[in-house]
């Protein structure tokens, strides 16, 4: 399935102090300096709101109001999230979608509550392999052995990460 773009524009500055103030809400840190970028927003036929940062897809605020980073941004430093990381049996799991589960995990942190947005690591690999939602907090993992520990809700491969794939090569051809 292709991800069609319903509107496209670039932001106000009134409203690039908005996406800022959900941005610092939601996550641990934003090592790039907003205001004095470009942030354009897509609005997808999904009814996702895509932000871009000097063409770079930014963060994705999605049609149930949860907003969370992009792959590419975490990828490239632009934001940073507490890392769960995953043993390496997990990965090819969570690369296909799958929640993260309990006995798979190696590390969580112990300063995440439920609900939060954080980064998926495989062990031993060096960037994120998927965004979720923690679903207990570090008390409830750490006596628990098994159950869902986070929600998936954006990996490599998936349709928003294969847009913004095609993102960026449309981009390199305008160059």
Excluded: C
């Excluded at 507490?82 to 590390?107: F, H, N, S, W």
Aim: net charge positive; glycine share 8%; no cysteine.
């Amino acid at each position: 399935m292709i991800i069609r773009i319903k509107k496209r524009h670039f932001l106000r500055s009134s409203d690039i102090k908005k996406v800022i103030e959900v941005a610092s809400k939601n996550f641990k840190g934003i090592n790039i300096d907003l205001r004095g970028s470009e942030v354009e927003l897509m609005v997808l036929e999904t009814n996702d709101k895509l932000y871009l940062v000097g063409g770079m897809p930014f963060m994705v605020t999605r049609s149930n109001n949860i907003t969370h980073p992009t792959l590419i941004a975490l990828q490239k430093g632009v934001i940073s999230l507490e890392e769960v990381t995953v043993d390496r049996g997990a990965v090819p799991y969570v690369l296909r979608g799958a929640d993260v589960m309990v006995p798979g995990i190696i590390k969580f942190p112990k300063d995440v509550e439920r609900g939060r947005i954080v980064a998926v690591k495989g062990e031993d690999l060096a960037s994120p392999i998927a965004v979720g939602i923690t679903l207990m907090d570090y008390n409830e993992f750490s006596s628990s052995n098994k159950g869902k520990a986070v929600k998936n809700i954006h990996h490599l491969g998936d349709k928003l990460w294969k847009f913004y794939m095609g993102l960026q090569t449309q981009q390199r051809r305008r160059r």
